[in-house]
């Protein structure tokens, strides 16, 4: 069989794909016979995206979207959402998980792109590049090494060890440079890295201090006025991780008093909608400081492999409701369900609905070929497959157990 086949015509099933997401998920959607492919350029504001997603199933976007709980509550057939990126914190997750919606990512596929750049402006910044660029495009002309370093034999401080983190780690090495990191977690040092005790410790010592960590409420300010008082003298600092992460007022202070020798800016607290929006921000006025709009993932390479990889997280869940690698969603990994009827079930986690379940098929004796039960925080997720014939009996009375949240099947 190469597709399984889905309860609805496959053509029935609605992607609404924003943000210009790569072809690659328009091929390997239509591929796999979805060829209900609504495709948009752009983010959309709150009540157009509501117009659009109102008979979606699936919906892709990338960071500017925001999936919040009022779009998710007027998304009724919405059964997965497919950030085409790394960092879900633009989608409501809990509205999510209560409403049965699955929430897929791509964890690796730009983390090398992100990592490239980050090396690339540690080397810039510490030659001064920003700031003869921009004499340069003035008509002046400052030829000096005053300032100007090799980044050998440097400390990069790399906050945030993850997929991101570690490759920046092995890089900045190979560059000649020491790595110090920081991250909440015991993480296993690469190379000759050293895992710093405290942020504090990091900043004392790092030339560069890179972060990458994840939007949460933890990392919030994470950099702000004490922290930056506590870097070096003309360190510099590099964000591509989230605008929230560094308080902006309080790092223009500090590159206005030359505490800090520049920094490179990837992401904002306020991002623009569109690209024909004006970007504000207090830094602009800095020479010494790279400013980027929010491209550190942004090459063809990273975009083609997110689109194949996000497009095949929600084709498996359309075709046979695997889960695998979900953000906010039970984890199940299930064989092809071959000449059996799958119901997919998303309920409730709280004590009863298992037993429920259950009742239906042994007081209808529906023999079950295959059952997977998953919980995660508020939900629950089981798959049932059984014979053919008692599927649409079963997804009747399936549907009326208190506690469900959505139910289908797939044929
Ligand atoms: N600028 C861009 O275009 C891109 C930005 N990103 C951002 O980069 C972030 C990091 O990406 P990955 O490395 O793939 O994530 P990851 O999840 O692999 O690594 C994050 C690391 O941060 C650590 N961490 C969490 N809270 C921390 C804290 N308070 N202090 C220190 N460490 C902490 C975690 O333990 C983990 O090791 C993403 O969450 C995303 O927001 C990702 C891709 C592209
Ligand atoms: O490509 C994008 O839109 C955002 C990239 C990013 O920040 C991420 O992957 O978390």
């Not at 090495?173 to 050293?194: C, I, R, Y």
């Not at 020479?287 to 063809?300: K, Q, Y």
């Not at 609905?353 to 070929?369: K, L």
Request: aromatic share 6%; hydrophobic share 45%.
């Amino acid at each position: 069989m190469a597709n399984a086949q889905t309860s609805l015509d496959k053509a029935k099933i609605k992607f609404l794909l924003l943000e210009g997401v790569h072809q690659s998920a328009v091929e390997s959607l239509n591929r796999a016979g979805y060829t209900n492919v609504d495709y948009v350029k752009t983010a959309l504001a709150e009540e157009e995206l509501i117009e659009r997603i109102k008979d979606a199933h699936f919906v892709g976007l990338r960071s500017r979207t925001q999936l919040t709980r009022r779009v998710i509550e007027h998304a009724p057939k919405l059964v997965a959402a497919g950030c085409f990126c790394i960092g879900t914190n633009q989608v409501d997750l809990d509205a999510a998980q209560e409403h049965g919606v699955a929430v897929f990512n791509a964890p690796f596929s730009n983390t090398r792109s992100v990592a490239e750049l980050v090396i690339a402006e540690a080397i810039l910044l510490l030659r001064g590049i920003p700031a003869k660029n921009a004499g340069c495009h003035r008509g002046e002309w400052d030829k000096s090494a005053v300032g100007s370093y090799e980044i050998r034999g440097k400390t990069m401080g790399i906050v945030g060890y993850g997929s991101i983190g570690s490759q920046v780690s092995v890089m900045a090495e190979a560059m000649g440079m020491q790595v110090v990191f920081f991250d909440v977690v015991t993480k296993l040092p690469l190379g000759n890295a050293v895992q710093s005790k405290s942020l504090t410790e990091l900043l004392q010592v790092a030339d560069v201090v890179s972060l990458h960590v994840p939007e949460l409420e933890a990392t919030k300010n994470l950099i702000g006025e004490n922290e930056l008082a506590a870097m070096k003298p003309q360190s510099f600092l590099l964000n591509a991780s989230r605008g929230t992460v560094v308080d902006i007022d309080a790092l223009a202070a500090a590159l206005e008093s030359k505490h800090l020798a520049g920094a490179a800016i990837d992401v904002f607290p306020v991002e623009p909608k569109g690209n024909n929006e004006e970007f504000v921000s207090p830094l602009r006025r800095f020479d010494n400081v790279i400013l980027t709009p929010h491209i550190g993932g942004s090459t063809m390479e990273a975009q083609e492999n997110i689109g194949y990889e996000v497009a095949e997280k929600l084709i498996k869940y359309s075709d046979n409701g695997t889960t695998t690698s979900s953000v906010n969603f039970p984890e199940v990994a299930l064989p092809a369900h071959r000449e059996v009827h799958r119901l997919l079930h998303v309920h409730q986690n709280v004590p009863g609905v298992m037993t429920a379940i259950n009742r239906i098929f042994s007081e209808n004796n529906i023999n079950i070929a295959g059952q997977y039960l998953q919980t995660k925080e508020s939900v629950g997720y089981v798959v049932i497959d059984v014979d053919s014939a008692y599927s649409d009996l079963a997804l009747k009375q399936l549907r009326e157990v208190e506690g469900t949240v959505r139910c289908r099947v797939l044929f």
